[in-house]
């Protein structure tokens, strides 16, 4: 009768994993859509997850709704808030613990995908304004490193009220 429990408690161990993957993991299709990034936040008081909004602007649904579980990819799409992407995304039969069953991968922007590749002179160019605000972001905070006391207060108060402004803050940290 021993065998016959720890045998039953495993079937039911192996059934749960196969129940989790069928109805939260397997991907029932995959797409992509292009709109507006409208919003993009991380919500949950337990679980956290990223969920967002993509401003269609035509047909039947103006607005598509989805999740982001990786959290690289929600972060990008976070600092490209207001403009024009296109998204890949893979739909489950359940997106629990996140908002809906739509779970973006990769993303684009607009530009990129419409030409095939954004041309190597605008993506120089990106890079050379994100490298200056970068720099010219880091000069003004490595100004008030003279000030421990004011330098910590304002780390806290950024990270506690501008998550956007606390990231780009980090970056400064970065080599």
Known sequence: MKKFGFFFLLFLIAAGFVAKFALFDYVVSDGKRVGNLTKITQK???????????????????TFHFSVKDKNVAQQLYD????????YYNEHFYGWPRDTKYDVVEWKTQEESSDGGATKKS???ARAIEQAE??????FLGTLISDPTLYTQ???YIE???KYIFNKYELCNEK
Request: proline share 0%; net charge positive.
């Open 80 to 87: 490209l808030e207001n403009r024009e992407v296109v998204l």
């Open 134 to 139: 970068k720099t010219l972001f880091c000069s």
């Open 154 to 156: 304002v780390k806290q």
């Open 123 to 125: 993506q120089n160019q």
């Open 160 to 162: 506690k009220n501008n």
């Open 44 to 62: 949950g008081k337990i679980i956290k997850t990223w969920e967002g909004t993509l401003d269609t602007g035509y047909g039947e649904q103006l």
